[in-house]
């Protein structure tokens, strides 16, 4: 049972534009959110993240929506640079738990 | 600073060898987890220090054996893994307790691992 889920594995956007990756969640109890990017052979780098009590968090280009009732959060990318080409994970977690639930990722693609 | 790091980048081991990951942070976090990814799957945890005590074992065969020396350091011990145990092994930390942001996992690079 896949509680964290990234239905899109891959996304393929123009430079300069906006990215807009997607995540959904079934686990209501989930207070906190967040956003990863990974290259290929490195770990994870922490992008941003929401805790449940705000619907929106903005750190320079990117902003991550979430969404409650929908159990549903994004994140925007905007403008869109070459070097955000890389796989995106969403992860959900409880505070206090330890435990973070990741999606399945979505590689984003930026063409010049 | 946010740096985790972790030695080695890469080991190649037989199925009979003992070989140990190491992960190191100084910023000060109480929480540390080991992970592990294979190729196009997301990080799946294996082990939490919490406060340098064991606080979360996912049920890791006892071929893996996690030690954490200091608030600092973070071992993975290896000994006769199996082919399938091939993946890139991540250590994150984090504090343990603080809600919201403050729970927020920074990972290091990772030991690519290769079981032959």
């Known amino acids: 049972d896949q509680q964290v889920k990234q239905n899109s594995p891959s996304l393929s956007v123009q430079e300069g534009r906006i990215s807009i990756l997607n995540c959904d969640y079934t686990?209501?109890?989930?207070?906190?959110f967040l956003w990863y990017k990974k290259y290929p052979a490195e770990g994870p780098t922490f992008l941003i993240s929401i805790s449940s009590i705000k619907d929106k968090n903005e750190d320079g280009r990117f902003t991550v929506f979430l969404n409650k009732s929908a159990k549903h959060l994004s994140l925007h990318i905007v403008p869109s640079q070459p070097g955000d080409s890389a796989v995106y994970f969403c992860?959900?977690?409880?505070?206090?738990?330890?435990?973070?639930?990741f999606g399945q990722g979505t590689r984003l693609t930026i063409n010049p | 600073d946010t740096e985790v790091t972790q030695t080695p980048k890469h080991l190649v081991m037989g199925m009979t060898n003992k070989k140990s990951l190491k992960c190191e942070q100084h910023?000060?976090?109480?929480?540390m987890y080991w992970y592990k990814q294979k190729a196009k799957k997301p990080p799946e945890l294996m082990f939490v220090y919490s406060y340098e005590k064991l606080s979360i074992n996912e049920s890791v065969p006892s071929r893996f054996s996690p030690e954490c020396p200091n608030s600092s350091l973070l071992n993975l011990h290896l000994h006769a893994l199996q082919p399938e145990d091939s993946a890139l092994y991540l250590c994150a930390s984090s504090h343990p307790l603080g809600g919201g942001a403050e729970e927020t996992q920074y990972f290091g690079p990772g030991t690519r691992l290769l079981v032959l």
């Open positions: 686990n209501s109890m989930f207070d906190y």
């Open positions: 910023m000060g976090h109480r929480a």
């Open positions: 992860a959900a977690g409880l505070q206090g738990a330890q435990k973070l639930v």
